[in-house]
């Protein structure tokens, strides 16, 4: 069965520093892998996505993430953080067999700090 | 402006009590899901539609029930099975089953 892990449940920095945010998955199959975040009291936006091509995703934000299937990683990046940017950050999978059922990570709290 | 509507925001559920929670959306999706989200847990898909009367049971379908009578509209009702439902409550829909979804700004049911 397939399983998402965040390997880390907060994640705080200062503004400007860069951060990455882990995120490690289970399946036998392909898969399509997906980031969303969620401000305080809202439903989740999504961030980027990766179906297929380049292994390097982008976000309009800053983000970045790169599908690494040999080691089964989707790790979010950002080479300098905001305020703003502080959120609930999930990553999430789809067996693209399936199709339509996401499976959450547990969601890594990123707290930036003046 | 084209998007998931939620209602209400807040809902209060006192014990031996069903409700029903709201999701509409304007995007003439086919796909709608229902998650919940407790704390440290992420989201857990509760129930989901690919079509206008059609539904499949998610992991924690247990306590739920929805219905799919228009493509725009997937009520969720929390019955009272459901022991332990304070959570926050969101959901989705997309063009299709294999496509990106997208969220409503979600519902947080309280219990009495």
């Known amino acids: 069965a397939q399983s998402v892990t965040q390997l880390d449940s907060q994640v705080p920095v200062f503004e400007e520093a860069p951060v990455e945010l882990r995120c490690n998955y289970s399946?036998?199959?392909?898969?399509?892998l997906f980031w969303y975040v969620q401000y305080p009291n809202q439903g989740l936006q999504l961030l980027l996505k990766?179906?297929?091509?380049?292994?390097l995703v982008e976000s309009i934000n800053g983000f970045e993430a790169e599908f690494n299937k040999s080691q089964t990683s989707f790790h979010l990046r950002k080479p300098s953080v905001h305020i703003s940017d502080t959120a609930e950050y999930f990553c999430?999978?789809?067996?693209?067999?399936?199709?339509?059922?996401?499976?959450f990570g547990q969601g890594t709290e990123l707290s930036v700090k003046p | 402006d084209g998007g998931i509507t939620q209602s209400p925001k807040y809902l209060f559920r006192k014990e031996g009590q069903n409700v029903t929670l709201s999701c509409e959306q304007n995007?003439?999706?086919?796909?709608m899901y229902w998650y919940r989200q407790d704390p440290g847990q992420g989201l857990r898909l509760i129930y989901y539609?690919?079509?206008?009367?059609?539904?499949q049971k998610g992991d924690i379908a247990e306590g739920y029930s929805v219905s799919r009578e228009k493509k725009e509209s997937f009520p969720l009702t929390v019955t009272s099975a459901q022991k332990n439902p304070t959570a926050f409550y969101l959901c989705?829909?997309?063009?299709?089953?294999?496509?990106?979804?997208?969220f409503g700004p979600g519902t947080r049911l309280l219990v009495l």
């Open positions: 995007l003439n999706h086919d796909a």
């Open positions: 999430a999978v789809s067996e693209s067999a399936q199709g339509g059922k996401l499976i």
């Open positions: 989705a829909s997309s063009i299709g089953v294999k496509e990106t979804q997208y």
């Open positions: 990766y179906l297929s091509g380049s292994t």
């Open positions: 539609s690919q079509i206008v009367n059609d539904f």
């Open positions: 399946s036998s199959v392909s898969v399509y």
